[in-house]
C-alpha cells in the first residue's frame, strides 16, 4: 500500500529529525571551520545515496522486508543476520527510537516551563506517550501510518523552508563574513573526519529505511529506487543549505556554544516569530519517530519469521494486516530505554555499531555478484560503487579505533559478539524448555491481539 510518493516521504521524513536542528555543532567540533564543515555534510549526503544504491539493487533483487536482516541471511547464513537482528532490536533501533522521542518531549514541554529546563518526569511520561501513540496508529493501518508520515514530513519541510528560504535572503543581503577563509585554521586528520562523518551519518541515518517495508511497496522495482534516487539527494541539498543558513547568522565559536542551534537562528532572524521554531521541531522529531517505528517494526516481525526471535512477533493482524505483535514488542523495549538516566554512550557509538553491519550488508551485495548470479537483478549498480562503500565502511569502523582507542568500543563488539550464546542456546538447538515456556505466551497474545503466523 505504499506508493512512490509515500516512499520518498518515508525517506525524506525519517531522515530529517532532531540531528539537523539540534546538534550541527558536532561535526564542526570534529573539523574547527566552516569550509571542512559543509564539505562533510555533502559527502555524507553522496555516500547514503551510493550506499541506498547498493541496498536498492539488493531490495529489488531479494524482495523481502527487514532490512539488512534478508541480505545477510542470503549471502552468509544465519549467524550473521541473528547478530544484526540481536543488535538492531536490542539496542540500536529502540534506542534511537526513544531519543528521537526524548528529543520531541524536551521541545513539546518548552513552552510550559519558559526560562528555565522542564522536569525529567514530565519529559520522559511525555516521550513514552508518544511511543504508545505511535505504536498504535502503526498497529492500526499501515495506511494510517503512511498518512501520518505524509503529514509530518510536510510539516517539517515547511520549517525546512523557511530556514533555507531566511539563509539566501541574508546571503543577498551580503550576509557572507563567516565564509571568508572558510578552510583558515580547520583540524583535519583521519581521526576527525572519521569523527564528523559518524555525527553527520547520524543525522543522515534512516537512508536504508524503505528497505525494511519493500513486500508493502507498490511496484518495488520502480518506486523503490525511484524513492532513494530523489529522497536522499533532496535531503542532501536541504541540509547543506540549512547549515549554510545558520553560518550567515552565526560564527564558528557562536555556533559551538549554542544549545540548539535552529533555535538560536530563529531567535535572531524570526523573531517574534521565532516561536514556529520549536513547534515545527517537535513535529518533525515526532515524523522520524513514526518513520522508524514503521519501518524497524518490520525487522522484528522478520526475525520472527525466520525463528530468530519468539514466533508471535512473525504474526499479522487478521483485520489490519500489520505486523501488529512485532510493533509492540518494539515499542515496549523503546519505554524501557527512556527509564533510565543516560544511554548517551549507546547513541554516540551508535554509528560504529550501525556501520559493522551497513559495511558488511554492502559487501554481501559484492560477494552475491558471484555465489547467487542466478537471481534477478532489475537494478545493478557498477561493482565499483560497492566496493567504494565496504572500504569507507571498513576506515569509519577502524579510523576511530587506531586513532582515539577507548574501551565503549570493545563494549560494543563484546555485545554483539554476546548474541551467539542465545543464538546457540534458542535458535541452533531449540531448548525445550524455552520452547514451553514461550508456547503458551504465543498462544495466548494470538488470541488477545487477533494475529495469525
Not at 532532531?18 to 562533510?40: D, Q, R
Request: glycine residues 8%.
Amino acid at each position: 500500500k505504499v506508493g512512490l510518493i509515500s516512499g520518498i516521504c518515508m525517506i525524506v521524513g525519517t531522515i530529517i529529525g532532531s540531528g539537523i536542528f539540534i546538534s550541527p555543532k558536532s561535526v564542526l567540533a570534529n573539523v574547527g571551520t566552516v569550509g571542512p564543515c559543509l564539505t562533510i555534510w555533502a559527502a555524507c549526503g553522496v555516500l547514503a545515496t551510493l550506499g541506498a544504491l547498493c541496498f536498492a539493487e539488493l531490495g529489488t533483487m531479494i524482495t523481502k522486508s527487514g532490512g539488512e536482516y534478508p541480505y545477510l541471511m542470503e549471502a552468509f547464513g544465519p549467524i550473521p543476520a541473528y547478530l544484526f537482528s540481536w543488535t538492531s532490536l536490542l539496542v540500536t533501533k529502540p534506542s534511537s527510537f526513544a531519543i528521537i522521542c526524548l528529543s520531541f518531549a524536551e521541545y513539546a514541554s518548552a513552552p510550559f516551563y519558559p526560562g528555565c529546563d522542564p522536569p525529567q518526569v514530565v519529559i520522559k511520561c511525555l516521550a513514552a506517550a508518544a511511543i504508545v501513540i505511535i505504536t498504535t496508529v502503526n498497529s492500526l493501518s499501515v495506511k494510517l501510518g503512511s498518512y501520518l508520515q505524509n503529514f509530518l514530513t510536510a510539516a517539517k519541510m515547511i520549517i525546512v523552508t523557511i530556514i533555507i528560504v531566511s539563509g539566501i535572503v541574508l546571503l543577498a543581503q551580503g550576509k557572507t563574513d563567516n565564509f571568508k577563509d572558510a578552510f583558515k585554521g580547520s583540524k583535519v586528520s583521519v581521526g576527525s573526519i572519521s569523527l564528523a562523518f559518524y555525527n553527520g551519518l547520524w543525522a543522515y541515518d534512516g537512508w536504508n529505511q524503505l528497505n525494511y517495508i519493500t513486500e508493502e511497496l507498490k511496484n518495488p522495482y520502480r518506486n523503490l529506487p525511484l524513492s532513494i534516487i530523489i529522497g536522499i539527494p533532496l535531503v542532501t541539498v536541504c541540509y547543506v543549505l540549512m547549515n549554510i543558513s545558520y553560518f550567515t547568522v552565526m560564527t564558528s565559536t557562536e555556533l559551538l556554544q549554542s544549545q540548539a542551534v535552529a533555535v538560536t537562528f530563529g531567535d535572531r532572524v524570526l523573531y517574534p516569530a521565532s516561536w514556529l521554531v520549536p513547534l515545527f521541531v517537535a513535529f518533525s522529531t515526532i515524523g522520524s519517530a513514526n518513520g522508524t517505528c514503521f519501518t524497524a517494526g518490520r525487522l522484528v516481525y522478520v526475525a520472527g519469521r525466520e525463528g530468530h526471535m519468539l514466533k508471535v512477533l512473525s504474526y499479522i493482524s487478521v483485520k489490519r494486516l500489520t505486523p501488529a505483535p512485532a510493533i509492540i514488542f518494539y515499542g515496549a523495549i523503546a519505554i524501557i530505554y527512556i527509564i533510565p538516566g543516560d544511554i548517551e554512550t549507546l547513541i554516540n557509538y551508535f554509528s560504529f555499531a550501525v556501520w559493522i553491519f551497513y559495511g558488511l550488508t554492502v559487501f554481501a551485495l559484492i560477494v552475491m555478484r558471484f555465489t547467487r548470479k542466478e537471481l534477478k537483478r532489475p537494478i545493478r549498480v557498477p561493482i565499483v560503487i560497492p566496493v567504494i562503500v565496504t572500504l569507507i565502511s571498513l576506515l569509519l569502523v577502524l579510523a576511530p579505533i587506531i586513532t582515539a582507542p577507548e574501551l565503549a568500543y570493545l563494549y560494543c563488539v563484546l555485545f554483539i559478539l554476546s548474541g551467539l550464546i542465545f543464538y546457540v542456546l534458542f535458535v541452533h538447538f531449540k531448548f525445550h524448555w524455552a520452547q514451553k515456556i514461550s508456547k503458551p505466551v504465543t498462544m495466548h497474545l494470538q488470541m488477545l491481539l487477533e494475529v495469525v503466523p
